[in-house]
């Protein structure tokens, strides 16, 4: 197990990345570096796992599966999607994002309306 994780080092890689190391057949790679494996001998709904690129560094989530590979990944499919004839495939469809919801990236959406309710300010005290 340890040969096949990339040796000692690799291993203690994916240890510290992953927390388990498993040992499995690769059965693709999607577009951003992310390896799916497969297992037949791990019990169901262990068999298959994702292993996340390294470009990832540790903030890696489960929105950065593209939607191809989560069928695969939670069993909606056994067909791999590179041998998936009946996958749609229209220009109009776009590329897969991940979540950046709570990044700097979120979308934060803008109000042009006043508010319907205004913070009370009150009056700065007189000397007399």
């Known amino acids: 197990m340890v040969r096949q994780n990339g040796g000692i080092l690799g291993s203690l890689h994916k240890l510290y990345r992953q927390e388990e190391l498993k040992d499995g057949k690769l059965v693709g790679e999607d577009s951003f570096g992310n390896k799916?494996?497969?297992?037949?001998?791990?019990?169901?709904?262990?068999?298959?796992?994702?292993?996340?690129?390294?470009?990832?560094?540790m903030n890696y989530d489960a929105s950065q599966v593209p939607a191809e590979w989560y069928g695969w990944l939670h069993y909606k499919t056994d067909l791999l999607p590179h041998q998936d004839p009946g996958r749609p495939?229209?220009?109009?469809?776009?590329?897969?994002?991940?979540?950046?919801?709570?990044?700097?990236?979120?979308?934060?959406?803008?109000?042009?309306?006043r508010p319907k309710v205004e913070a009370w300010m009150p009056k700065p005290k007189t000397s007399a």
Do not use: C, I
């Open 36 to 57: 799916y494996y497969e297992n037949p001998r791990y019990f169901y709904s262990r068999n298959r796992w994702v292993e996340y690129s390294d470009n990832f560094h």
């Open 89 to 113: 495939k229209y220009k109009w469809m776009a590329e897969h994002t991940e979540n950046l919801s709570g990044t700097t990236g979120q979308y934060v959406p803008y109000s042009t309306t």
